[in-house]
T-cell receptor
Framework: AQRVTQPEKLLSVFKGAPVELKCNYS??????LFWYVQYSRQRLQLLLR??SRESIKGFTADLNKGETSFHLKKPFAQEEDSAMYYC??????????????FGTGTLLAVQP | NAGVMQNPRHLVRRRGQEARLRCSPM?????VYWYRQLPEEGLKFMVY????????ESGMPKERFSAEFPKEGPSILRIQQVVRGDSAAYFC?????????????FGDGTRLSIL
């Protein structure tokens, strides 16, 4: 069954510390992986996707098919990074729909 | 472009009443997705619609729930005879097409509370 697992409900770090938000997935095909972010009082928005291989706001994520992981990383956390982060999966171009399967989310709290 | 618009933002219903949630997709988007988020859980897919067609309703409960996306007007998620367990945040997302590399843009959600 398709599944996305985010093992940490809360991750608290100090400003300037490295951040790694974990995401593991279970899917038999070739999925597309995404990270969505929800800042306080804002709507859910796309942060980055693995096919773009880009860095957004200093965040990067590499798809590791061997470990079925898509961890989100940033070398130096900033207070404005505090938010709820969701990892999500879609079926990829072989799928009939673009529905997203979400993890339960990790709340990142960056302390001053 | 105001983005995906959902209304109402908050909806309170008593058990047994009907709830209607509306979603206007982004301009130029003809694909709409509904997700439900129960407390302490992630978003769960419910239904995917294109104009006038339900494409995938595999996440919809078999009873009391229905969705439509008419040719004119917003997409509607309808819940009949609501129960306490329907209390959740309901999110709508839209995309330009169904390719997986087309990002979904989300609305602010409707928070449904059942008394």
């Amino acid at each position: 069954a398709q599944r996305v697992t985010q093992p940490e409900k809360l991750l608290s770090v100090f400003k300037g510390a490295p951040v790694e938000l974990k995401c593991n997935y279970s899917y038999s095909g070739s999925p597309e992986l995404f990270w969505y972010v929800q800042y306080s009082r804002q709507r859910l928005q796309l942060l980055l996707r693995h096919i773009s291989r880009e860095s957004i706001k200093g965040f990067t994520a590499d798809l590791n098919k061997g470990e079925t992981s898509f961890h989100l990383k940033k070398p130096f956390a900033q207070e404005e990074d505090s938010a709820m982060y969701y990892c999500a999966l879609s079926e990829g171009n072989g799928g009939a729909t673009n529905k997203l399967i979400f993890g339960t989310g990790t709340l990142l709290a960056v302390q001053p | 472009n105001a983005g995906v618009m959902q209304n109402p933002r908050h909806l309170v219903r008593r058990r047994g009443q009907e709830a209607r949630l509306r979603c206007s997709p982004m301009k130029g988007h003809s694909h709409v997705y509904w997700y439900r988020q129960l407390p302490e859980e992630g978003l769960k897919f419910m239904v995917y619609l294109q104009k006038e067609n339900i494409i995938d309703e595999s996440g919809m409960p078999k009873e009391r729930f229905s969705a439509e996306f008419p040719k004119e007007g917003p997409s509607i998620l309808r819940i009949q005879q609501v129960v306490r367990g329907d209390s959740a945040a309901y999110f709508c997302a839209s995309s330009h097409d169904s390719l997986s590399n087309q990002p979904q843009h989300f609305g602010d959600g409707t928070r449904l509370s059942i008394l």
